[in-house]
Each structure stands twice: as structure tokens, then as C-alpha cells.
T-cell receptor, first 113, second 113 residues
């Protein structure tokens, strides 16, 4: 079974631009969570989607948004990028039968200049 | 305040010895705690889950303990190998955050041959 995939793997943007990141979960997984990881910080939870509905949301500004499609693929969007948005963005999926275990993708490394 | 802490300094261990990593938390009522491994440029990989009513869990060379009185989990790798070198993250599942995982920043483990 293929793992979680994320595209693109690397991205360079400038301040003020917007970016869209994509995540394809493991087949059969309907829950997708997004995290931001910066050096020295734990993973910061952005949001979780289940069956196309946002189920939970972390404490990030409204510039961060997401959505999930009927095939469980998910996208997150960051508008009006700031230098502090430079981070590794991780997507994780989980199965209904084992909601506690998260399977992570390799992440998208975003650099904002 | 609520927080989860791991030793931010790298842990250097001689091959063959037991590596012990610590995860401490404050002001949370945990339901379970998880340990993940993260290699450079990759997403975290799930290792073990221990529930609040369990004292110890084992998986091959890995052992996790959970002391809800001390608010601490210990993660042990016995007979450590250079291939065990990675960053290890702990994550707390708690009703306080609607079961969204609360993550430590991770401890880098270096196993020297």
C-alpha cells in the first residue's frame, strides 16, 4: 500500500505570495491532519479534515486554510506569506479503525524570502 | 500553563548500550502518549502508543513507560545501533485538546559505533 504523498517537496516563495500544498493520504484513510514544524518547535497542529469536513482547527491565523476532496486528498493554502511561515509542512492520515495512529508524509519544505 | 517537554540537547550513546529518552508534561490529563521517530528530511514514523492506565509497553528492542503521577514517559532502546540514530518525538493525546496530539520538540539521539 502506498504511503502518504505530499507535493511539492520543496518550495521557495516571496513575502506576500500565496501557496497551495497537496497531500494524498493512504488509500482507505479518510482523516487528514496538517502540521507545521519549525526547528526547535514541536509539531504545531493546523487542522484536521474528515470526509471533506474540517473537524478540528489549531491556533493559526486565517491566512492558513485547507480543504479535503471526496477522494480524501487534501490541500492547504497559505495566503499573504510571511517570513515566519518558512517551515516543514507535514500531512498525516489515519484510518477510522485506528484513529490514534498517524501516518506522515515526507513533508513540504517551504522557504519564504 | 500546559506544555510537553523533551530534552533539547542531543543524546550521545555508545553502540550496544541502552538509550533512554524522557518526555515530561504538565497540566494535561492524558489519555495516551505516543512515540515517533523522525529522520532528517522525512516525516515522523509511529513507534509505540501507551495508554494512561498502562505502566509499560514493549516492542522488540523498544520499551516505553508511563507514569501519570510523575507526568513522565520514558522511552528506552536496548542494544542500541547506529541505525537508531534519529530524532524521537513524543506526543500526548488528551481530551484537553479534543484528542489532537500535543507534540514535544524531540530529542536527537546519536548512537556512536
Amino acid at each position: 500500500k502506498a504511503g502518504v504523498t505530499q507535493t511539492p517537496r520543496y518550495l521557495i516563495k516571496t513575502r506576500g505570495q500565496q501557496v497551495t500544498l497537496s497531500c494524498s493520504p493512504i488509500s482507505g484513510h479518510r482523516s487528514v491532519s496538517w502540521y507545521q514544524q519549525t526547528p526547535g518547535q514541536g509539531l504545531q497542529f493546523l487542522f484536521e479534515y474528515f470526509s471533506e469536513t474540517q473537524r478540528n482547527k489549531g491556533n493559526f491565523p486565517g491566512r492558513f486554510s485547507g480543504r479535503q476532496f471526496s477522494n480524501s486528498r487534501s490541500e492547504m493554502n497559505v495566503s499573504t506569506l510571511e517570513l515566519g511561515d518558512s517551515a516543514l509542512y507535514l500531512c498525516a492520515s489515519s484510518h477510522m479503525a485506528d484513529v490514534e495512529t498517524q501516518y506522515f508524509g515526507p513533508g513540504t519544505r517551504l522557504l519564504v524570502l | 500553563s500546559q506544555k510537553i517537554e523533551q530534552n533539547s540537547e542531543a543524546l550521545n550513546i555508545q553502540e550496544g548500550k541502552t538509550a533512554t529518552l524522557t518526555c515530561n508534561y504538565t497540566n494535561y490529563s492524558p489519555a495516551y502518549l505516543q512515540w515517533y521517530r523522525q529522520d532528517p528530511g522525512r516525516g515522523p514514523v509511529f513507534l509505540l502508543l501507551i495508554r494512561e492506565n498502562e505502566k509499560e509497553k514493549r516492542k522488540e528492542r523498544l520499551k516505553v513507560t508511563f507514569d501519570t503521577t510523575l507526568k513522565q514517559s520514558l522511552f528506552h532502546i536496548t542494544a542500541s545501533q547506529p541505525a537508531d540514530s534519529a530524532t524521537y518525538l513524543c506526543a500526548l493525546g488528551t481530551m484537553d485538546s479534543n484528542y489532537q496530539l500535543i507534540w514535544g520538540a524531540g530529542t536527537k539521539l546519536i548512537i556512536k559505533p
